[in-house]
């Protein structure tokens, strides 16, 4: 390019996001990763005096520091998360976060801790924040709705909602309501 060789890389890195010549996002996982970790662990020293930091705390690190690093460009590599080594690598970060937020043993599962946390598993989270992205630019195919986090105050009880569903097998047909979520 205007008369200079333009030399190749085997990795680039490109608005925060690593590309590898294989356009496999390992490198930029595990980087997410070690970062992600470092910032779980640094905390930690200074707050060993009060036998570590609150839930509260825990909480905030977590949604304005390590999520946000997990979920960028996640529209440009989440289907690379179907294999299990990737998405077991973000979720082993999140578990971290997880067992010193719910001050949890390590032998609880990582599922139990999302919800002893109130934390959406960060693959679940991905997938959802690509599929935004997707539906906001008009790219997406399906556009099903999306789940929003909501408190729990503004949740609506099952018993104030009713479900009615029509049975076809019989001749007349059969209505069953009911009330109470089920």
Known sequence: MNNKAITQVQKIKYLGITFVYKLSFREHINYLADKCTKLIFQPAKS????????HKALHTIYLGGIQP?????????????????YKARLLRIQRLINIKMAKAYRTVSNKALCVLTGMMPIDIKIDQ??????????????KTKIDKDMEIR???????????????KEEN?????????S
């Open 69 to 85: 690093l997990l979920v960028y460009g996640a529209p440009v590599w989440s289907k690379f998360l179907r294999k299990e080594n």
């Open 47 to 54: 707050a060993k005096l009060k036998w570590g930091l609150s």
């Open 154 to 168: 503004y949740w609506k009880h099952p018993a104030e909602s009713s479900i009615s569903s029509t049975d076809g």
């Open 173 to 181: 047909g059969s209505t069953h309501i009911y009330s109470d979520g």
């Open 129 to 142: 924040e690509s599929l935004l992205y997707q539906l906001t630019k008009g790219t997406a195919e399906d």
